[in-house]
C-alpha cells in the first residue's frame, strides 16, 4: 500500500487549498482515508476522515465548516478542500489509509496503518 499526498502550500489568512491523497495497493477492497496535521511541537492531530465505502464524513470540531473531504472513486483520490485558512491551521498534513471503514477511534493516529509523507500547509498573516 502507498499513500501520496500534495497540494500543500503558503497561503494568506482567508485563503483556500485543497489537498490530495491518492491511495494504491487496495485493489478493488473497502479502504477509508483519513487527514491528519501535526504542527511543531505538538502531537499529531486528525482533521477529517472519509469512508469510500459508503460515503460518510467526520471533521474535528475546528475545521467544521471550513473543510470538506470529499473522494473520486475512480481517480482514487480523496480531496480536502480548505477554506477560510486561519493560522492555526499551519502544520505538516499528513493523509493516512486503513483497510474497511473508519476505525472506531477515527482521530487517533495509532488506528491508521498507512501514511503518507506529508505536506506543508502554512498560512500566514
Not at 34 to 53: L, N
Amino acid at each position: 500500500v502507498e499513500v501520496v499526498e500534495s497540494g500543500g502550500g503558503l497561503v494568506q489568512v482567508g485563503g483556500s487549498l485543497r489537498l490530495s491523497c491518492t491511495a494504491s495497493g487496495f485493489g478493488r477492497s473497502d479502504y477509508a482515508i483519513g487527514w491528519f496535521r501535526q504542527a511543531p511541537g505538538k502531537e499529531r492531530e486528525g482533521v477529517s476522515a472519509i469512508s469510500r465505502h459508503n460515503g460518510g464524513t467526520y471533521y474535528t470540531d475546528s475545521v467544521k465548516g471550513r473543510f470538506t473531504i470529499s473522494s473520486d472513486n475512480a481517480k482514487n483520490t480523496v480531496y480536502l478542500q480548505m477554506n477560510n485558512l486561519k493560522p492555526e491551521d499551519t502544520a505538516t498534513y499528513y493523509c493516512t489509509a486503513e483497510w474497511g471503514t473508519v476505525p472506531s477511534e477515527i482521530f487517533d493516529p495509532a488506528e491508521w496503518d498507512y501514511w503518507g509523507q506529508g505536506t506543508q500547509v502554512t498560512v500566514s498573516s
